[in-house]
């Protein structure tokens, strides 16, 4: 199962991202999709999920309100908005697909990853 994230990049504070997941050729039909992030010297912490099926989404207080994940069926892609960026978000992210409808924010619970993507935000 492959999932290529993309869309990081360089980037100043207050400034907007958005990230990319695509799953070609599968759905993920029944399955959460996550978007993680690890910053140097870090574990790996969770960012945003939303179930395939429901639309169901959960956020980590961090990110909350400045971040937005969403999905396209049609294309097989999940996308992370991220607004108002902050130093602090700097890292490598990661998207991951769990199987089973239940959000669940521990990394080890996720079945397939992507390569990550990083991000970069300069104060």
């Known amino acids: 199962v492959q999932l290529q994230a993309s869309g990081g990049g360089l980037v100043q504070a207050g400034d907007s991202l958005r990230l990319s997941c695509a799953t070609p050729g599968r759905t993920f039909t029944g399955y959460v999709m996550g978007w993680f992030r690890q910053a140097p010297g870090k574990e790996r912490e969770f960012v945003a999920a939303?179930?395939?099926?429901?639309?169901?989404?959960y956020y980590s207080d961090s990110v909350k309100v400045r971040f937005t994940i969403s999905r396209d069926n049609a294309k097989n892609t999940v996308y992370l908005q991220m607004n108002n960026l902050k130093p602090e978000d700097t890292a490598v992210y990661y998207c991951a697909a769990k199987r089973g409808p239940i959000i669940i924010t521990t990394p080890t619970t996720y079945d397939f990853w992507g390569q990550g993507t990083q991000v970069t935000v300069s104060s």
């Open positions: 939303i179930s395939w099926n429901t639309f169901s989404t």
